[in-house]
């Protein structure tokens, strides 16, 4: 009897050691809450916290050239299977593109895609999407994944994974990734964006098409990528506090589409359990 007895407290120590293991490295999946003109709110219950997804906020082409900004065109969104969104532009003759979007609950957060189509009578070079996520802190939001300090944002270089605050930089930064051209629109002194973004490119540049930022207990960590993106930002100023990785689309004929795949993923973990997930997603593409 007495080793039945102690069996089963083994047993059932094992199952609680396996459930503390699982626990730490788990991702939490996020719903859509809302849809409206470009944004997304995606929710984690579980955390009562919530982000809002700007996608896209611009589209740009070179040189230095808004095809969609700020007062652009909308984005029509329709609930789909799943609890997803998708999104399409209204038809209209401002703007060169038409865009596609999808946005989908996921195991490990949500799933994005995004499709770019030209619809101009013209070569369009460069194209990238500006993708802004921020976490929309409010009331009762016990977590605080915005980092105006640099200090809890990471991203990947020749060196590995680095905090921003290593590489000093201001207020507002933006980081190319290698093998992508710089987005001329943020590169260009003329504009305004260049200043507000940091008079230019900060360095290094980025290995990976991720970012990521922990929230200030250091318990989970949330990342945006996509396969193939051109900068990644952050901006740690008080209305905003977001990060972004931005999707190339790279140069689009009369009547081309491209299209992109990514993800925002947040786990109960370190930012290096959320690259190893960024990399098993990548070796599955």
């Not at 003759?93 to 946005?103: D, G, Y």
């Not at 944002?153 to 930064?173: E, I, M, P």
Request: aromatic content about 10%.
């Amino acid at each position: 009897m007495t080793k039945r007895v102690v069996a089963a407290f083994c047993f059932w120590l094992g199952l609680a050691g396996l459930a503390s293991g699982t626990e730490k490295g788990r991702t939490v999946k996020l719903q859509v809450e809302q849809a409206q003109q470009r944004a997304v709110f995606l929710v984690a219950t579980e955390l009562k916290c919530r982000w809002r997804l700007r996608i896209p906020e611009r589209v740009l082409a070179d040189p230095s050239r808004p095809l969609v900004d700020h007062h652009g065109v909308p984005l029509r969104w329709r609930q789909v299977a799943g609890g997803a969104v998708e999104g399409v532009s209204f038809p209209t003759e401002k703007a060169p593109v038409h865009l596609r979007v999808r946005v989908e609950p996921a195991s490990w957060g949500a799933a994005l895609e995004m499709t770019i189509k030209n619809i101009s009578q013209e070569r369009l070079s460069n194209v990238v999407a500006h993708i802004c996520l921020s976490h929309d802190r409010g009331k009762g939001q016990p977590f605080e994944f915005r980092d105006p300090e640099h200090r809890r944002t990471y991203l990947v270089t020749r060196q590995g994974l680095r905090c921003l605050a290593k590489f000093g930089v201001g207020l507002r930064s933006h980081y190319r990734v290698q093998g992508e051209k710089p987005i001329s629109f943020f590169s260009n002194p003329q504009r305004g964006e260049y200043r507000f973004w940091g008079g230019g490119l900060a360095s290094p540049v980025a290995v990976q098409p991720w970012i990521a930022s922990t929230d200030a207990t250091g318990r989970w960590t949330v990342s945006i990528f996509w396969d193939r993106a051109a900068e990644l930002f952050h901006n740690g100023d008080r209305p905003n506090r977001c990060i972004h990785s931005d999707p190339a689309f790279g140069t689009l004929s009369p009547g081309q589409s491209a299209t992109r795949r990514g993800m925002v993923l947040l786990v109960r973990g370190s930012p290096q359990r959320a690259l190893e997930l960024f990399r098993r997603w990548k070796s599955s593409r």
